[in-house]
C-alpha cells in the first residue's frame, strides 16, 4: 500500500484511540464507524436512550473533518431529532420567497442544513413523516438533493442514525436498507460502570470548563477519508470473492434478508474493512463486517455463529486494531491513581477486572518492545495493590 493511504490509516488509528478512551465499551462501535466513513455507506445505531450515540458520532465528525470552510457552502456535522412532526424545512431550508417572487422559482435555502453536511446524525429517524422520508432516500443513495425539482449534489460522507427500536413496518423498509451497517448501543456492563462514570465526568467537567462545547482538534479530514475511498478500487478481492457469495448465501438461507443492494455495499464495506487493516487484499477477517448485517436483534448470535468459521480461519490481523502505546499507558496511569483509594470489594473487583483486560490488551500487542516496560509497571502495580490489601486485612 501507497505511504500516503498507510498514514491516512495511521490517523484513524488515532481516531479510535482518543474516542476509545472517551467512552467505554464502545469499541466496535467506533471501528465500524470508521470502516462506514472509509466505504461511504451509511451507519444505524439502535438501542436504548442515554447510550452515547449523539455524543460519540458528533466527536467522530469533530476529529475527522475541518471545523471551517472557504467557500461556506459546506458545512462539516449536523445532527437532529426527527419527530413526526418535524418539518421539511428543518432538514432542507425554508422556501426562497424572494428567488420565488423573482420568477426564480421555488428554491429552499440550504444553507447550513442538511444538504450541506458531510457528515450527518438523525435521531429517531424512522420516525420522520413522509415527505422527509422520500427525500432521504434520494439523499442516502444518490447523494442527491432535489431543490424546487433541479438535482443538486451533496457532500454527504455518510449518515448515522440512531433509534430506539427496530422498525418492523414495511411502510420503512426501503430506509432501513438503505443502512448496510447496523449496531447496537447498549447500556454499559456492571463490571465496567466504574470506568464509565469516570470517564463520563471527566467529559462533564470538560463541558463545565468549554460551556458545553467540544474542544476537539480535526486528526484527519474529509479529502483524506475521500482519497481512502477511491482507494477501494484497488482492493483485490480474488483469495475471498467465493467465500464472500458463500457467507451471503448461508446468511439468506438463516432467514436473514440481505438485499441484492445490500449485499453489494456489504461487500465495499469488506473493501473499507481491507483498508482500515492497512492492506489492499481482502481476507476473509475482513468479513467481520458481516457481523452487522442484522434486522433483527435476535439474529445477532445467528450471524456471530455463521460467520466465526471464515473469522477463525484467517490469519490476518483482528480487525479490531490495537490501541497506541501511549493509550494504554495513560490507563495503567488511571489504575495507578484508583489503587489507593480502593475502599470496597467490589471497588477491587473493578480494579482488578480493568487491570487484567489491560494486561491481555499489552501482552497481545503487536509492538510487544514498546509494551514489554508498561506490561511491567501494570503488572508491579497489582502486585503492590494485592500486598497492601492482604497487609491491611491482616493488621485489622
Known amino acids: 500500500m501507497q505511504q500516503e493511504l498507510l498514514n491516512a490509516v495511521s490517523d484513524l488509528d488515532d481516531v479510535a484511540s482518543l474516542l476509545q478512551n472517551t467512552f467505554v465499551a464502545k ?96 435521531d429517531e429517524i424512522f420516525k420522520a413523516n413522509s415527505a422527509i422520508l422520500n427525500a432521504l432516500l434520494t439523499i442516502l ?51 465496567r460502570f466504574a470506568e464509565l462514570i469516570q470517564c463520563g465526568w471527566q467529559q462533564e467537567r470538560q463541558k463545565i470548563r468549554d460551556g458545553h462545547q467540544i474542544s476537539l482538534s480535526n486528526v484527519t479530514n474529509s479529502d483524506t477519508l475521500r482519497r481512502l475511498h477511491q482507494a477501494l478500487n484497488q482492493v483485490n478481492f480474488d483469495a475471498v470473492g467465493r467465500s464472500y457469495q458463500e457467507a451471503i448465501r448461508r446468511i439468506r438461507s438463516e432467514g436473514i434478508e440481505v438485499s441484492d443492494r445490500r449485499a453489494v455495499k ?70 495507578e491513581e484508583r489503587a489507593p483509594n480502593l475502599s470496597s470489594d467490589i471497588d477491587l473487583a473493578d480494579f482488578l477486572h480493568q487491570a487484567e483486560r489491560l494486561r491481555r490488551e499489552l501482552i497481545e500487542h503487536p509492538e510487544m518492545i514498546l509494551a514489554a516496560p508498561f506490561l511491567q509497571q501494570l503488572e508491579g502495580l497489582i502486585d503492590v495493590t494485592l500486598n497492601n490489601l492482604e497487609n491491611h486485612v491482616q493488621s485489622s
Open 266 to 335: 456489504l461487500l465495499k464495506l469488506v473493501a473499507a474493512a481491507s483498508l482500515r487493516r492497512g492492506s489492499l487484499t481482502a481476507v476473509e477477517a475482513d468479513f467481520h463486517v458481516l457481523r452487522h448485517c442484522w434486522n433483527t436483534r435476535e439474529q445477532v448470535p445467528h450471524l456471530e455463529a455463521l460467520l466465526a468459521p471464515y473469522l477463525e480461519n484467517s490469519t490476518a490481523a483482528s480487525p479490531l486494531r490495537s490501541r497506541h502505546i501511549e493509550a494504554l499507558a495513560a490507563e495503567i496511569t488511571v489504575l
Open 141 to 191: 443513495n444518490e447523494r442527491v438533493f432535489y431543490n424546487g425539482g433541479h438535482p443538486e449534489s451533496i457532500p454527504l460522507l455518510f449518515l448515522v442514525g440512531a433509534t430506539n427500536e427496530v422498525p418492523d413496518d414495511p411502510d420503512l423498509a426501503a430506509l432501513y436498507d438503505r443502512f448496510p451497517i447496523r449496531l447496537w448501543s447498549d447500556n454499559v456492563a456492571d463490571n
Open 27 to 122: 469499541d466496535e462501535i467506533i471501528e465500524m464507524l470508521i470502516i462506514g466513513a472509509i466505504a461511504q455507506e451509511h451507519v444505524l445505531l439502535a438501542g436504548p436512550p442515554g447510550t452515547g450515540k449523539s455524543e460519540l458520532v458528533k466527536r467522530f465528525a469533530h476529529l475527522c473533518t475541518l471545523r471551517k470552510y472557504d467557500n461556506e457552502q459546506t458545512v462539516p456535522y449536523f445532527e437532529y431529532l426527527l419527530t413526526r412532526f418535524t418539518e421539511p424545512n428543518e432538514l432542507f431550508g425554508p422556501v426562497d420567497i424572494k428567488t420565488f417572487q423573482a420568477g426564480g422559482g421555488y428554491q429552499r435555502i440550504i444553507k447550513g442544513l442538511l444538504p450541506t453536511t458531510e457528515i450527518a446524525f438523525l
